[in-house]
């Protein structure tokens, strides 16, 4: 499957965006999709996942409450919708497709669990 993150952007801190993640080559019903994202200087972390059966969403403790997954099979394409965004959300967000079906939710907050990854899109959240 190939993946193709959009949607990132420079927002004033409190603003939203919404990131989308078109696959294309299969059917995201098949995996989890994950989102991660990375700052300068810092590794990659996690930020969300959806379980591929679409039955549980997980989110990394910074982005609870403000962050929300969700995906529509009909075209294809997860989403993430980031609101009340901070200065420290500034980062490089990238989609992830996983096959592994069976694991526990806190696995998928592990890169190494994912298959594909997209290309990446900027999010800049100024003050």
């Known amino acids: 499957v190939q993946l193709q993150a959009c949607g990132g952007g420079l927002v004033q801190a409190g603003g939203s965006l919404r990131l989308s993640c078109a696959a294309s080559?299969?059917?995201?019903?098949?995996?989890?999709m994950g989102w991660f994202r990375q700052a300068p200087g810092k590794e990659r972390e996690f930020v969300s996942a959806?379980?591929?059966?679409?039955?549980?969403?997980y989110y990394a403790d910074s982005v609870k409450g403000r962050f929300t997954t969700s995906r529509d099979i009909a075209k294809n394409t997860a989403y993430l919708q980031m609101n009340s965004l901070k200065l420290e959300d500034t980062a490089v967000y990238y989609c992830a497709a996983s096959l592994r079906r069976n694991y526990s939710g806190t696995v998928y907050s592990q890169t190494g669990v994912y298959d594909y990854w997209g290309q990446g899109t900027l999010v800049t959240v100024s003050s």
């Open positions: 959806i379980r591929w059966n679409g039955g549980s969403t």
């Open positions: 080559g299969r059917t995201i019903s098949s995996y989890t």
